[in-house]
C-alpha cells in the first residue's frame, strides 16, 4: 500500500479545481493554483537533492506560502518540520540539526535567527519569504514556487512513514520530535470533519498556529479535505477575527479558551454580524463552564469541547453533533480507544470519583519520537499512549478531564485539582482570567496559590478572592494566597503558561 496526504490537494483540485482553498489579506488561492504552486515547489526541492525522507523546516506564520510549502515538501517524498516564527537561533539550531534537515524555508522577520541556526546545523539551503529579496546565502520563496520545466514530482509513500515531525515543548530538557505519519495525519483530519460536520461550504478562521497540531491537522488539513476554505490569520487579535467572521461569513472558528475569552469580552462584539458561525471547537487547555455558557449566550454556538495531544496528532476525543455532553470532552474519535487508568496500570471503573490517567491507543497515536527511544517506550508504554492528563468517565462514556498529572496539588494528604479551583474563581464578577498552582509548603508539603487578573475597573482584593472562594469549596481546596497581576503569560496559541508564573514569582 503507498499514501501520501498530500492527496487532499490533488483531490481538490479533481473535484474542486476553482474554489478557494486559501483566503488570505490579499485575496484567495484556488485549490488548482494550489496544486500548481505546491508541485513547483516539489520540483524545485528535488532539483537540489531533496530524497524522501528528508526533513525540510518551515518556520512562517499563516500565509499562503506556508500551505504551499508544506504540500510541496509532502508531494516530494521529504518530510515537514513547522516550527514558531519567533524561535532563537540556538532553538532553530537544534530542530534542524537533531531532525538532519537539509533546507529551511523562513519569513524575513525570521531571517536573522534562521540564518544563525542554518549555520549552526550545517543547513545549506535557506529560503525566506517578503522582504528585500535575495543574498549570496538566502534564496527567495519565490524561486520554489517558480513554473520549471521539470516533471512535477509525486512520490507515494508508505501510510505509517513519517509526514511531519512537530517538536513538543516540554518544560524540563530538550523539545522531543513527534512522528506524525501520513496515515495517522489523514485520519486525524477525517475525524475532525466528522466532529464538526464539515463539506465543501465552510469556512473556517485559521487563527490557530499552523505550525501547531489543531491548526495542522484540525483546521488545515480537514479543510481541504472537506473542500472548504481555510481563512488565514497571522495572529490573534479578537477585532481582526470578529471582522473576518464578518467579511468572510466564516463557518467553523477553532480556538483556546483565552481566545474566547477575549471574543466574549470585546467591547464591540455586538456590532458584527456573526450569523454565518455555526460551530466553534476548544482545545488545548480546559476551558471553564462559565465561558462556555457566557460564549453560547452571546455568539448563539456551542463550543465543542475536544481533548487531545501533540502526540495523538492531535484530536483523541471530541463531542459530536450527534452525541455531546456540556463541559465534558466528549467521546473517543472513531477507530480509537480512550480508557482511565490507576497508578497500578489497570482501568478504572465509571464514575466521578474514578480519577487516573488519561490514556489512548489507535490510529491516532504517534510513530514515536524521533531518536529518542527511551521516551518513546515511556509515553507508549503497554501499546497505549499515556497522556500525563488525569480523567474520568461518567455513566454515559463520556469523558471529562481533571488536570494534569504533573499539576495536581497534594496538599496535607489531599488531592486538589487546579482546574477544579479556577472554575470557582471563574465564577466572581470581579476575576477575568485565573491559574492555580501548588507552591511548596513546609507543614503540608504543597498550598495552594492562585494567580489572577481582574476586569476592567473592578477591585477585588486577595482577601476578598480567597474569602469567595472558601464558601464555595471543601477546607483543603481554597487558596491560601492569591497574586492578583496585569496579564497571565501566554503561549503563542494563547495557552497560559503555569510554569512561567513559577519562575517569575518564586
Same mark, same amino acid.
Given at each position: 500500500m503507498a499514501f501520501n496526504l498530500a492527496e487532499i490537494v490533488r483531490e481538490g483540485a479533481r473535484w474542486n479545481a476553482t474554489r478557494p482553498a486559501v483566503i488570505h489579506d490579499g485575496g484567495t488561492v484556488s485549490y488548482a493554483e494550489l496544486d500548481r504552486l505546491s508541485d513547483n515547489v516539489a520540483a524545485h526541492l528535488v532539483a537540489l537533492g531533496i530524497e524522501p525522507g528528508d526533513p525540510v523546516g518551515i518556520q512562517l506564520p499563516n500565509v499562503p506560502e506556508f500551505v504551499t510549502a508544506l504540500y510541496g515538501i509532502l508531494k516530494a517524498g521529504a518530510v515537514a518540520i513547522p516550527f514558531n516564527v519567533v524561535n532563537k537561533g540556538p532553538e532553530i539550531a537544534y530542530f534542524l540539526s537533531f531532525s538532519g534537515a537539509k533546507a529551511v524555508i523562513t519569513t524575513d522577520s525570521a531571517l536573522a535567527e534562521a540564518q544563525i541556526g542554518a549555520k549552526e546545523a550545517g543547513v545549506e539551503h535557506v529560503f525566506v519569504h517578503g522582504g528585500s529579496g535575495p543574498s549570496a546565502e538566502v534564496r527567495a520563496f519565490e524561486e520554489l514556487t517558480a513554473q520549471t520545466d521539470a516533471a512535477a514530482p509525486y512520490v507515494l509513500r508508505d501510510p505509517t512513514d513519517t509526514a511531519v515531525l512537530l517538536y513538543t515543548s516540554g518544560t524540563t530538557g530538550k523539545p522531543k520530535a513527534v512522528k506524525l505519519t501520513h496515515f495517522q495525519l489523514f485520519m486525524n483530519a477525517r475525524a475532525h470533519v466528522q466532529c464538526f460536520d464539515m463539506d465543501a461550504d465552510s469556512r473556517t478562521i485559521a487563527v490557530m498556529p499552523l505550525f501547531h497540531a489543531l491548526g495542522l491537522s484540525g483546521i488545515l488539513n480537514a479543510n481541504l479535505l472537506a473542500g472548504g476554505a481555510v481563512i488565514l490569520l497571522e495572529k490573534?487579535? !479578537?477585532?481582526?477575527? @470578529?471582522?473576518?467572521?464578518?467579511?468572510?461569513? $466564516?463557518?467553523?472558528?477553532? /480556538?483556546?479558551?483565552?481566545?474566547?475569552?477575549?471574543?466574549?469580552?470585546?467591547?464591540?462584539?455586538?456590532?458584527? &454580524?456573526?450569523?454565518?458561525?455555526? !460551530?466553534?471547537?476548544?482545545?488545548? $487547555?480546559?476551558?471553564?463552564?462559565?465561558?462556555?455558557?457566557?460564549?453560547?449566550?452571546?455568539? /448563539?454556538?456551542?463550543?465543542?469541547?475536544?481533548?487531545?495531544?501533540?502526540?495523538?496528532?492531535?484530536?483523541?476525543? $471530541?463531542?459530536?453533533?450527534?452525541? #455531546?455532553?456540556?463541559?465534558?470532552?466528549?467521546?473517543?474519535?472513531?477507530?480509537?480507544?480512550?480508557?482511565?487508568?490507576?497508578?497500578?496500570?489497570?482501568? @478504572?471503573?465509571?464514575?466521578?470519583?474514578?480519577?487516573?490517567?488519561?490514556?489512548?491507543?489507535?490510529?491516532?497515536?504517534?510513530? /514515536?519520537?524521533?531518536?529518542?527511544?527511551?521516551?518513546?517506550?515511556?509515553?507508549? $508504554? &503497554?501499546?497505549?499512549?499515556?497522556?500525563?492528563?488525569?480523567?474520568?468517565?461518567?455513566? =454515559?462514556?463520556?469523558?471529562?478531564?481533571?488536570? #494534569?498529572?504533573?499539576? @495536581?496539588?497534594?496538599?496535607? /494528604?489531599?488531592?486538589?485539582?487546579?482546574?477544579?479551583?479556577?472554575?470557582?474563581?471563574?465564577?466572581?464578577?470581579?476575576?477575568?482570567? !485565573?491559574?492555580?498552582?501548588?507552591?511548596?509548603? =513546609?507543614?503540608?508539603?504543597?498550598?495552594?496559590?492562585?494567580?489572577?487578573?481582574? #476586569?476592567?475597573?473592578?477591585? !477585588?482584593?486577595?482577601? &476578598?478572592?480567597?474569602?469567595?472562594?472558601?464558601?464555595?469549596?471543601?477546607v483543603y481546596k481554597y487558596p491560601r494566597t492569591v497574586t492578583i497581576i496585569d496579564a497571565l503569560p501566554k503561549s503563542s496559541t494563547g495557552k497560559i503558561l503555569k510554569r512561567q508564573l513559577v519562575d517569575i514569582y518564586w
Amino acid at each position: 500500500m503507498a499514501f501520501n496526504l498530500a492527496e487532499i490537494v490533488r483531490e481538490g483540485a479533481r473535484w474542486n479545481a476553482t474554489r478557494p482553498a486559501v483566503i488570505h489579506d490579499g485575496g484567495t488561492v484556488s485549490y488548482a493554483e494550489l496544486d500548481r504552486l505546491s508541485d513547483n515547489v516539489a520540483a524545485h526541492l528535488v532539483a537540489l537533492g531533496i530524497e524522501p525522507g528528508d526533513p525540510v523546516g518551515i518556520q512562517l506564520p499563516n500565509v499562503p506560502e506556508f500551505v504551499t510549502a508544506l504540500y510541496g515538501i509532502l508531494k516530494a517524498g521529504a518530510v515537514a518540520i513547522p516550527f514558531n516564527v519567533v524561535n532563537k537561533g540556538p532553538e532553530i539550531a537544534y530542530f534542524l540539526s537533531f531532525s538532519g534537515a537539509k533546507a529551511v524555508i523562513t519569513t524575513d522577520s525570521a531571517l536573522a535567527e534562521a540564518q544563525i541556526g542554518a549555520k549552526e546545523a550545517g543547513v545549506e539551503h535557506v529560503f525566506v519569504h517578503g522582504g528585500s529579496g535575495p543574498s549570496a546565502e538566502v534564496r527567495a520563496f519565490e524561486e520554489l514556487t517558480a513554473q520549471t520545466d521539470a516533471a512535477a514530482p509525486y512520490v507515494l509513500r508508505d501510510p505509517t512513514d513519517t509526514a511531519v515531525l512537530l517538536y513538543t515543548s516540554g518544560t524540563t530538557g530538550k523539545p522531543k520530535a513527534v512522528k506524525l505519519t501520513h496515515f495517522q495525519l489523514f485520519m486525524n483530519a477525517r475525524a475532525h470533519v466528522q466532529c464538526f460536520d464539515m463539506d465543501a461550504d465552510s469556512r473556517t478562521i485559521a487563527v490557530m498556529p499552523l505550525f501547531h497540531a489543531l491548526g495542522l491537522s484540525g483546521i488545515l488539513n480537514a479543510n481541504l479535505l472537506a473542500g472548504g476554505a481555510v481563512i488565514l490569520l497571522e495572529k490573534f487579535d !479578537a477585532t481582526r477575527v @470578529l471582522e473576518s467572521l464578518q467579511e468572510h461569513r $466564516a463557518t467553523v472558528l477553532h /480556538g483556546v479558551p483565552t481566545m474566547y475569552h477575549a471574543l466574549l469580552n470585546h467591547p464591540d462584539v455586538a456590532r458584527y &454580524d456573526r450569523s454565518s458561525l455555526r !460551530a466553534c471547537g476548544s482545545a488545548g $487547555a480546559a476551558i471553564a463552564a462559565e465561558l462556555l455558557d457566557g460564549f453560547e449566550r452571546e455568539f /448563539g454556538v456551542l463550543i465543542t469541547e475536544m481533548y487531545g495531544l501533540t502526540e495523538a496528532g492531535p484530536l483523541a476525543t $471530541a463531542n459530536l453533533p450527534t452525541r #455531546r455532553k456540556p463541559y465534558s470532552i466528549g467521546t473517543p474519535i472513531w477507530g480509537t480507544d480512550v480508557q482511565i487508568w490507576g497508578s497500578d496500570g489497570r482501568r @478504572l471503573g465509571r464514575g466521578k470519583d474514578n480519577i487516573g490517567e488519561i490514556v489512548i491507543r489507535g490510529h491516532n497515536t504517534m510513530a /514515536g519520537y524521533l531518536n529518542n527511544e527511551a521516551a518513546t517506550d515511556e509515553a507508549l $508504554a &503497554d501499546g497505549w499512549l499515556h497522556s500525563g492528563d488525569l480523567g474520568y468517565e461518567d455513566e =454515559d462514556g463520556f469523558l471529562f478531564i481533571v488536570d #494534569r498529572k504533573k499539576e @495536581l496539588i497534594i496538599r496535607g /494528604g489531599y488531592n486538589v485539582y487546579p482546574r477544579e479551583v479556577e472554575e470557582v474563581l471563574y465564577q466572581h464578577p470581579d476575576i477575568s482570567e !485565573a491559574a492555580v498552582l501548588g507552591r511548596t509548603d =513546609d507543614r503540608l508539603g504543597e498550598e495552594v496559590h492562585a494567580f489572577v487578573t481582574l #476586569r476592567p475597573e473592578r477591585s !477585588a482584593t486577595p482577601e &476578598d478572592i480567597i474569602a469567595f472562594v472558601k464558601q464555595r469549596m471543601a477546607v483543603y481546596k481554597y487558596p491560601r494566597t492569591v497574586t492578583i497581576i496585569d496579564a497571565l503569560p501566554k503561549s503563542s496559541t494563547g495557552k497560559i503558561l503555569k510554569r512561567q508564573l513559577v519562575d517569575i514569582y518564586w
